[in-house]
Each structure stands twice: as structure tokens, then as C-alpha cells.
């Protein structure tokens, strides 16, 4: 591969507008949450319904990444992001402008269809732009920056548009950047042929998974409150198992597979996958009951919260841009994913012990920080061994993938420790417990359950994943493991 100037410069560039139109997504999915209360209080929302300004959202994204990702590997992936930031930018404008609550949740929903568009091929794009082991290793540094550090960012920037201007503006702000980053993508970022869609055409299959990773998702969120042992929970989650199996089944057989069950013969392919559901689920867990507890026990404003969390961003910088790639290319990308993890596993025992008077200096900061460090140097780890089996024509299927587990590791994460936090936290009220000291008990114990998670996504790096191999040939421009 030539490595002249211009064309490295360009591709970095490309990487940014890659990482920007990607950040505009992540941050949604954080940002929305502060800004609740006043969308509630102006579009006249019933609690059960606000629920829907968030799972709208996540089912049609959750549902739809595996389903973009390989169709970015069959009609290109730079097209299918680019139709992803349009289909967002427009809904976030039909976001911004709703005047009722049925018209946010449907705006929701298609802004979910655009994120899962742009989002699915993203880092698909970035292994394939970026060949060269060293390179690789620091584009996905950056990619796991702004994936991991969204978050965080978003709660801070949500905190202080809801209270600087209004509601609207949460959504209104992603329109000129979508616009900038889709003009830069077209003049920027490098094209792809597709496979063709012949290549992948099996619509029963496409229906099969869409069907089942909704249904999941859906199941999942509104478990907290049918309860994991409701007939509705139960129910709809076994037909959501048998559309998959349906699916499993379907791909053995097509001539022409959605998604050729060959990738997960990797050993390093499906660990990682398996150790990103159980590490966001946990990961989530904290993110959100953390905020839970900065506001009702600790009565912090959304500003303060989103500062709180600002030395997780903060850390991942330092770590995934500057460090990761050096790391990584010393000690292998399997040492260091176990290195994170063990950081994470850390802040979160820390966080089990949080008080009722807890002080951000003494008992938060702590966890946190920790916390930072371990996210930094686990993902972008993870997402190289996530890719390391995929060949060039099924990187958009691979990223996929990897996107997919993540959000349903997430979705399980809050439903389980959600609920599991609640109920703890009612029979200690009902018990005649102090309100903030069952709030925080139920805390605690949603904290051990995360702690748990990550526990399991550590075991399963050290006995399921191996080192990736660098060699490297041109037919295979990707890790191969």
C-alpha cells in the first residue's frame, strides 16, 4: 500500500468525519435522557408513555444494525452512511419541531432507523480504510473514544442545553452537524463496491432478524415492568428465541445467507462479542443507576451530573487515543482488554460502597476514575479482536454485529438492574426503611450486579479470547485471526 502524504491526511480527515457523524449518535442516545422531565411536562406525557421517547428509539436501532451492517457489505458502505446521517438529520429535525407526543415517538423511532444505518458500517469502514497494523491500532483508538466517551459527554451537553435553552434544542443541534459531516463524507471519505446485492438478497432471513432482535429489545426495556417472571416477559421472549433459532436455521440453508454463519467460527469473533454484552451490560448499569443516585440521593442538577462523569471522558481520551495503539502493539490487544476490564471491575466495587452523604472527592471521583481507565483500554481492544475474523466483503457485517450486542448488553443491563434495584428498594421502604438509605441499598445492590457482569466479561477474556495475529496479505486488508 502507498503511504504517501496526502493520501494518509485524507484518510484521517475521512476518519474524523467518520468519528463526528458517530459522536452525533452516541451522544443522543445520553443527551435525550436529562431532557425527560421538561419533554414530559410540555408535550403532556403519562409516565408509562414517556418511556417510549427512549425505547422507540433503541428497538428500531437495536433492531436494525445487523440487518445495515451487512447491507453496507453488499451496496457499499459509505452509501449506507450517508443515507444513515440523512435518514437521522432529518428525524432529529422532526424531533426538535414535535408538537405532540405520538409525533416525538414516532420521530424517535425513524431516528433510531438512521442511527442504526450510519452507526452499523462505521467501524467496518475504519479497519478497511486503515490495513497497516499500527494505523489500525490508532484509528480504533479514536473510534473507541468517541464511541465510549459519548456517553458522558452527552449527559454534560444535555444538561446544559435543557437548562441554557430548551428541550427542542437536544435534537436541533444534530441538524448542522449531520449536514457538515454528510458533505464532508461525500467529498472525503472513500467508496466501496459492494458485493451486490444478489450477494446477500435473502429478505426472509432480513425479516426473521429484525423481527427477532426487536422483539427482544422490547422485551428486554419493558421487563422492568411486567417483571422477568411475567407471562409477558416470558411469552414474547420465547417467540423473540424462536424467530432467532428461525433465522439460524434459514442462514444454514439459504444459497445466498444474510449473514454466513462462517463468522463465527472464530473463537476471537464470538468471545468478544459475548464479553461486550456482559461488559455494557454492567458498564450501563453503573452509567445510569449512577446518575440515579447523584440525583436522588445526592440532589445533584443534571449539570452537575454531567460534570461528575466528565473524568470518565477524560480518562478514555488519554487512554484509547494516546496510550491504546502503543499498548496494545507492546502487550496484544487479548492483555490489555484484561487490564481494562480489571480497572472497571474496580470502580465498580468502589461504587458499591457509596453512602447516603457521599462526597464527589471521596467516595464518586474514585469510582470513576477507575472506571475511565478501564473503559479506555478495553474497547478499543475489543473492537479490534471483534473484527480480527472478518474478511474485507464482511466487515460491515462484523461491525454490525458488534453494535448489536453492545445495545443489547445495554438494554439487558438497565432492564435487569433496573427492576432488581427497584423491588429491593420497595421492600425496604415497605419495611420502614429511611427513603434515602433504601434508595441507596437498592444501589448498592444494582452496583454488585454490575460489578458481577464485568466479573464474567473478564473471565471470558482470559479463557475464551486469543491474541489476533497481524499478518496480513492483500486479499485480507482485515485482522485475521
Same mark, same amino acid.
Given at each position: ?49 414517556? #418511556?417510549? $421517547? ?8 437495536? +433492531? =436494525?444494525?445487523?440487518? &445495515?451492517?451487512? %447491507? *453496507?457489505? !453488499? ?108 458533505? #464532508?463524507? $461525500? ?8 458485493? +451486490? =446485492?444478489?450477494?446477500? &438478497?435473502?429478505? %426472509? *432471513?432480513? !425479516? ?108 478514555? #481520551? ?18 490489555? %482488554? ?144
Amino acid at each position: 500500500m502507498d503511504s504517501g502524504g496526502p493520501k494518509t491526511d485524507s484518510r484521517w480527515l475521512a476518519l474524523i468525519v467518520l468519528c463526528a457523524g458517530m459522536l452525533m449518535i452516541v451522544l443522543d442516545q445520553t443527551i435525550v435522557n436529562v431532557a425527560l422531565p421538561a419533554i414530559e411536562e410540555d408535550l403532556k406525557f403519562g409516565q408509562a408513555g414517556l #418511556a417510549w $421517547v427512549v425505547n422507540a428509539y433503541l428497538i428500531a436501532y437495536g +433492531g =436494525l444494525l445487523l440487518l &445495515a451492517g451487512r %447491507l *453496507g457489505d !453488499l451496496i457499499g458502505h459509505k452509501k449506507v452512511f450517508l443515507i444513515g446521517l440523512g435518514v437521522f438529520t432529518v428525524a432529529s429535525l422532526l424531533c426538535g419541531v414535535s408538537f405532540s407526543s405520538e409525533m416525538l415517538i414516532v420521530a424517535r423511532f425513524v431516528q433510531g432507523a438512521g442511527g442504526a444505518l450510519a452507526t452499523s458500517v462505521t467501524l467496518g469502514m475504519v479497519v478497511t480504510m486503515f490495513p497497516e497494523p499500527a494505523e489500525q491500532r490508532r484509528a480504533i483508538g479514536v473510534f473507541s473514544f468517541v464511541a465510549a466517551a459519548g456517553a458522558s459527554i452527552g449527559l454534560l451537553l444535555g444538561g446544559v442545553l435543557t437548562d441554557a435553552m430548551s428541550w427542542h434544542w437536544i435534537f436541533f443541534v444534530n441538524i448542522p452537524i449531520g449536514i457538515i459531516a454528510a458533505v #464532508a463524507a $461525500v467529498r472525503l471519505v472513500p467508496d466501496s463496491v459492494g458485493l +451486490g =446485492l444478489r450477494e446477500g &438478497a435473502d429478505v %426472509l *432471513g432480513a !425479516l426473521l432478524i429484525v423481527a427477532a432482535v426487536m422483539l427482544g429489545v422490547y422485551t428486554i426495556v419493558k421487563a422492568e415492568h411486567y417483571g422477568f417472571g411475567s407471562l409477558h416477559t416470558l411469552g414474547l421472549g420465547f417467540v423473540a428465541l424462536a424467530l432467532l433459532v428461525g433465522f439460524v436455521l434459514r442462514q444454514r440453508t439459504a444459497s445466498k445467507p444474510l449473514l454466513p454463519l462462517r463468522v463465527f467460527r472464530s473463537r476471537n469473533v464470538t468471545g468478544a462479542n459475548l464479553v461486550q454484552i456482559a461488559m455494557v451490560a454492567g458498564m450501563f448499569g453503573v452509567f445510569f443507576l449512577g446518575t440515579l443516585y447523584m440525583q436522588l440521593v445526592l440532589s445533584y442538577t443534571p449539570l452537575q451530573i454531567g460534570l461528575a462523569f466528565m473524568p470518565v471522558a477524560g480518562a478514555i #481520551a488519554v487512554f484509547s487515543v494516546s496510550l491504546s495503539a502503543r499498548l496494545n502493539t507492546r502487550f496484544g490487544e487479548r492483555n490489555m %482488554l484484561i487490564v481494562g476490564l480489571t480497572f472497571m471491575l474496580v470502580g465498580m466495587l468502589v461504587f458499591t460502597q457509596v453512602p447516603v452523604g457521599g462526597s464527589y472527592f471521596t467516595d464518586i471521583l474514585p469510582a470513576v476514575a477507575p472506571l475511565g481507565i478501564g473503559l479506555g483500554l478495553s474497547f478499543p481492544a475489543l473492537m479490534t479482536l471483534a473484527m480480527s475474523g472478518a474478511a474485507h466483503d464482511e466487515a460491515g457485517l462484523a461491525s454490525g454485529l458488534v453494535n448489536t450486542t453492545a445495545q443489547v448488553g445495554g438494554a439487558l443491563g438497565l432492564a435487569v438492574l433496573a427492576t432488581t434495584s427497584t423491588s429491593y428498594t420497595s421492600g425496604l421502604l415497605a419495611s420502614g426503611v429511611d427513603r434515602l438509605e433504601a434508595l441507596t441499598s437498592g444501589f448498592h445492590l444494582a452496583f454488585w450486579i454490575s460489578a458481577g457482569l464485568v466479573a464474567v466479561a473478564l473471565a471470558l477474556a482470559v479463557f475464551v479470547l486469543r491474541q489476533v495475529s497481524v499478518a496480513r496479505d492483500d486479499a485480507q486488508p482485515v485482522l485475521v485471526h
